[in-house]
């Protein structure tokens, strides 16, 4: 839609969204200038080996042992190898492996999220994400598939935008109002 001109017939100065989440109570709006909500991209690993019966581990190439490398080496880059002074997370959130645990299983799929409010910090995690898991998985005689999907970018609210929302959340009658219970509190 923004391709197709909606932002520019009528022309349009700001735009304003709002996320509902759970914490903070009932009735109650936050309105914060700056950083709000870190850019939130997905990283996917499959990794390939060759399984086997647990009896004989040294016939097998193990692919949990090299995922289980792979999120102690991914969970280090946020750590260390971004200046502290600039926000950034990277979790594994998801590790999936076999079906049965006396079977070395021939794949290991995990995926991984990247929060960050920085383009410069965005593009090292996303790149060094990457390279890290092909190196470790192919340090232990393993072969791997990664993709990338890029989320939305971080949410940096105006100043002068995010007090003119305050202001107005302020002023209006909410439903909540009328049992008492309407607030807005204003991050500063």
């Known amino acids: 839609m923004i391709e197709q001109g909606v932002l520019e017939d009528p022309l349009v100065d700001a735009a304003f969204g709002l996320h509902l989440g759970g914490r ?4 109650m709006d ?3 200038p700056g950083p709000v909500s870190a850019a939130g991209d997905t990283f996917r690993l499959e990794i390939r080996g060759e399984g086997g019966h647990a009896t004989f581990p040294h016939l097998t190439v193990d692919t949990v042992l090299v995922a289980a490398q792979v999120v102690v080496a991914l969970h280090t880059l946020a750590g260390r190898e971004v200046d502290p002074q600039r ?6 959130g998801m590790l999936h492996a076999g079906r049965a645990p006396n079977v070395i299983p021939n794949t290991a799929h ?7 409010f920085d383009p410069v910090v965005r593009d090292l995690l996303t790149r060094r ?4 898991s092909r190196q470790t998985v192919q340090t ?4 791997c598939a990664c993709r990338t999907e890029l989320g939305y970018p971080p949410v940096v609210n105006d100043p002068a935008m995010a007090e003119l929302a305050a202001a107005t959340a302020r002023g209006c009658e909410s439903p909540w109002e009328r049992v008492g219970a309407s607030r807005v509190e204003t991050a500063w």
């Open 24 to 27: 903070l109570p009932v009735g």
């Open 110 to 116: 995990l995926e991984s999220t990247i929060r960050s």
């Open 140 to 143: 232990m005689r393993e072969d």
């Open 129 to 132: 994400q990457e390279e890290v």
């Open 30 to 32: 936050m309105v914060q």
């Open 87 to 92: 926000a950034a997370g990277l979790t594994v």
